[in-house]
């Protein structure tokens, strides 16, 4: 591709061509975007108008969908999301819609304004000529206007109307973890080879991708927890309802009322020859090479406990550092649980994948079920989703929200509830006391409460306390953001935290 990109922005069509860009470029800057995603158009504009002011460097963009293996490796869960290279290595990135620190990141990494002969000085301290700027100032003023609607709303029209977009653009409409050839959670892939097994034909979004759709979605439909499955617009449920509709006959009849075709078996046969996903864990098509023997014993392995991880190594000695996290969380979760080790038994190992159609280990089965590997299963316990799976199959007693709140609490020494994270946060008072707790070196736990809505309205009883951000130390309340900062003012925060 060359050394500079001329003013122009070229689209990536594969993985050997980025390596081989960032290989042959000194600057390298990479959007990753998706066509429905409304932040990513506007970011492409300043993207644009980049590339013009700085002719040297190269600017290039990844549809993040349609290229999911590069997206993976640079660790993209969001777009618009940018990587900044020079000389073939990452040096910086910055995830989501900020024009003014993309043209900053952008200027340092090429350089100063006087080694860029297209750039101009300009009044935020850059090399960005005036096209740039302009787009900046309208962007902002957007944006200003954006966040004040989802506060006041807490959705904003605009994720509303785009969420009811992507509800509207297809009869059959998943909202999943991954996509249905690569699902990234056990219940996702389950309803994925229902609506395969039911012959109707449905798009997808994977919720991973954008964590804005995903927090939407939960106030949007009302419903916590993902997959969520739409039939002409309307929810039908998640995975539980999912399976329950289809085992008795009345997901078949809910398609035939609101008139979607069925798909032949013959045409989707046809259609699925090259990458044909088994409809369930132990129904083995011809194209897996599975003997029914394996088939057989792989079945009665993944029943053979209520809880049963496939690893590599024992639970006293993993043989890889991702066995070694899922055991530490059953064990944190306190959850009696059997494993194999796949080391001892190549059969098991080579044939698993296959079975489950799951590619890595470890894998984690709940009931004969696989819920996925251990990025997925961490995620989940953070979530607290792990805890109401274990609940719901009856291997843990039911939790209640006290309980959950009292955990979630307890499970650091110094817990904030806050609105976002400590790397974004989602308000200027949640971002004021993160500020002050890493100004003071205080090492804390967080939850953002904009994930859970039942943690959200609940944690307000429990503590008596009606706004976030709240601080709690060793269980206590400390308080929300003035408190934090009268402590912090009178230089009583780090002995506070630290009795």
């Given at each position: 591709m060359g050394s500079g990109g001329g003013g122009v922005v070229k689209d990536v069509g594969s993985k050997a061509e980025l390596d081989e860009a960032l290989l042959g470029a000194t600057a390298v800057v990479v959007h990753f975007w998706a066509f429905w995603c409304e932040a990513s158009k506007q970011m492409d504009q300043v993207f644009s108008h980049l590339a013009t002011d700085f002719p040297h460097a190269l600017f290039l963009r990844v549809e993040a969908e349609e290229h999911p293996e590069i997206s993976e490796t640079y660790a993209v869960s969001a777009v618009p999301y940018f990587i900044f290279c020079k000389d073939g290595k990452s040096v910086d990135t910055l995830e989501g819609a900020n024009p003014t620190v993309l043209a900053n990141k952008v200027a340092k990494l090429v350089g100063p304004a006087g080694s860029v002969e297209s750039a101009s000085p300009a009044s935020l301290g850059i090399a960005a000529g005036p096209t740039v700027l302009e787009v900046v100032r309208n962007m902002a003023t957007q944006s200003v206007s954006s966040k004040t609607e989802e506060m006041n709303s807490g959705l904003s029209d605009e994720l509303r109307k785009r969420i009811q977009q992507l509800i509207d653009s297809?009869?059959?409409?998943?909202?999943?973890?991954?996509?249905?050839?690569?699902?990234?959670?056990?219940?996702?892939?389950?309803?994925?080879?229902?609506?395969?097994?039911?012959?109707?034909?449905?798009?997808?979004?994977?919720?991973?991708?954008?964590?804005?759709?995903?927090?939407?979605?939960?106030?949007?439909?009302?419903?916590?927890?993902?997959?969520?499955?739409?039939?002409?617009?309307?929810?039908?449920?998640?995975?539980?309802?999912?399976?329950?509709?289809?085992?008795?006959?009345?997901l078949k009849d809910v398609f035939k009322d609101h008139g979607i075709p069925i798909i032949s078996k013959e045409t989707e046969i046809a259609k699925n020859s090259e990458s044909p996903i088994p409809e369930k864990s132990g129904d083995i098509s011809e194209s897996t090479g599975l003997s029914a023997e394996v088939a057989s014993r792989l079945q009665t392995l993944v029943n053979s406990s209520p809880v049963i991880l496939f690893m590599k190594g024992k639970p006293e000695e993993p043989k890889c550092g991702f066995s070694h996290k899922v055991v530490e969380i059953l064990q944190q979760e306190k959850v009696a649980f059997d494993s194999f080790d796949i080391l001892s038994d190549d059969e098991v190992r080579q044939g698993l994948k296959v079975f489950s159609n799951w590619s890595s280990y470890p894998q984690l089965y709940i009931g004969g079920e696989l819920i996925g590997g251990s990025d997925i299963v961490l995620e989940m316990q953070k979530s607290g989703e792990l805890k109401r799976v274990l609940?719901?199959?009856?291997?843990?007693?039911?939790?209640?929200?006290?309980?959950?709140?009292?955990?979630?609490?307890?499970?650091?020494?110094?817990?904030?509830?806050?609105?976002?994270?400590?790397?974004?946060?989602?308000?200027?008072?949640?971002?004021?006391?993160?500020?002050?707790?890493?100004?003071?070196?205080?090492?804390?736990?967080?939850?953002?409460?904009?994930?859970?809505?039942?943690?959200?309205?609940?944690?307000?009883?429990?503590?008596?306390?009606?706004?976030?951000?709240?601080?709690?130390?060793?269980?206590?309340?400390?308080?929300?953001?003035?408190?934090?900062?009268?402590?912090?003012?009178?230089?009583?925060?780090?002995?506070?935290?630290?009795?």
């Open positions: 297809y009869p059959i409409f998943l909202f999943m973890k991954g996509s249905p050839e690569q699902p990234k959670c056990g219940f996702s892939r389950k309803v994925v080879n229902i609506l395969k097994n039911e012959g109707v034909e449905f798009r997808s979004f994977d919720i991973l991708l954008d964590n804005e759709v995903r927090e939407g979605m939960k106030k949007f439909s009302n419903w916590p927890t993902f997959p969520q499955l739409f039939c002409k617009s309307d929810l039908l449920g998640g995975c539980d309802i999912v399976v329950a509709m289809h085992e008795s006959g009345e609940a719901e199959k009856g291997v843990v007693p039911k939790v209640t929200l006290e309980d959950r709140l009292k955990n979630i609490i307890t499970s650091s020494p110094v817990m904030l509830f806050m609105k976002g994270t400590p790397d974004a946060p989602r308000c200027g008072f949640s971002s004021k006391v993160v500020n002050a707790l890493q100004k003071e070196g205080i090492s804390f736990g967080s939850f953002d409460i904009l994930s859970d809505e039942e943690v959200r309205q609940g944690l307000k009883t429990y503590s008596n306390w009606p706004t976030y951000p709240q601080l709690y130390y060793k269980g206590e309340l400390i308080g929300g953001c003035d408190i934090v900062m009268e402590l912090q003012s009178s230089e009583e925060l780090k002995s506070t935290l630290s009795e």
